[in-house]
């Protein structure tokens, strides 16, 4: 398989996913600001809908959208990093996903533009920390979204929430998420795919 991905983008999470379950893959970049890969490529004839993550499969078959590409690696180990397809317990992870897609990822969009009004700014910052406040009290109870397993929810909140960076807003007001965030860093495959990414400089030090 070959992920598409831009450093540190959404595409991290199906980067973790791939890492976590142990399957082999190969990291292929892509400029987002000039929607090309490496070798000149036109990025949107591979991807018409031109961003990241991409996921091709042996078959040649390409695969799209975070919350689609995270299941679909999933299940290529079932039990590893989501429950079985059907079950409730899956519903609940596939209910986390949506949450972090639609209210988290595409919920800080305008932050990212440099041209959005304060006042839109504002509000965005207004809705997004409604929203974590409510992760927050989530995490309070549990190590991870669904309970004390990692699953591929985990994965795609710590990518999205990991733009505070980027973004520089205080996470601080929520401990049990930053927590978290330390916690799932730790992970030594998630550990990995940050030093694949550059975005850690260093390997954790995983005990003998
Ligand atoms: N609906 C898409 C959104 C993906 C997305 O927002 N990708 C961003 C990076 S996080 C991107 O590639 N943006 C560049 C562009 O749209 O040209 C998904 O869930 O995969």
Partial sequence: MKLYYATGACSLAPHIALREAGLPFELVRVDLGKHTLSNGTDYTTINPKGYVPLLELDSGERLSEVAVILQYVADRKPGALAPAFGSMERYRVMEWLNFVATELHKGMGPLW?????????????????????????????????????????????????NWHNFLKFDIDRWPALLAFQDRVAARPKVNEALVAEHLVKKPVAVAA
């Fill in 113 to 161: 533009k440099p041209d959005t009004p304060e006042t839109v700014k504002k509000a965005t910052m207004d809705a997004l920390s409604r929203r974590l406040d409510y992760v927050e009290a989530t995490l309070a109870k549990r190590p991870y979204l669904t309970g004390s397993s990692f699953t591929i929810a985990d994965a795609y909140l710590f990518t999205i929430v």
